[in-house]
């Protein structure tokens, strides 16, 4: 395999783990809402990274789609996890 295709297929497992990272937020979201709210502050700084990788990924250029794709969860989860556990 050449390092094209090596680096090609590192970056979409890299996008689904990410992906796959920031959707188990779903969890810390459902206990801060049963009345265990947790620290605000990693879920509110994962919300702002994942949006600059997002702004990222859709300004350049040529559009980077896995990253953009990889990071789009934690926008949504990242924030709504920070606004839930306050």
Not at 28 to 51: E, F, K, W
Not at 55 to 78: H, M, Q, S
């Amino acid at each position: 395999m050449d390092k094209s295709k090596f680096f090609e297929r590192v970056g979409w497992v890299g996008m689904v783990t990410s992906i796959l990272m920031y959707v188990f937020y779903f969890r810390v979201i459902q206990q801060n809402l049963s009345g265990h709210p947790g620290d605000p502050l990693q879920p509110l700084m994962a919300g702002i990274n994942c949006t600059l990788w997002v702004c990222y990924g859709l300004f350049k250029e040529k559009r980077d789609w896995p990253i953009t794709i990889a990071n789009a969860p934690g926008v949504i989860f990242g924030f709504i996890a920070a606004y839930t556990s306050f």
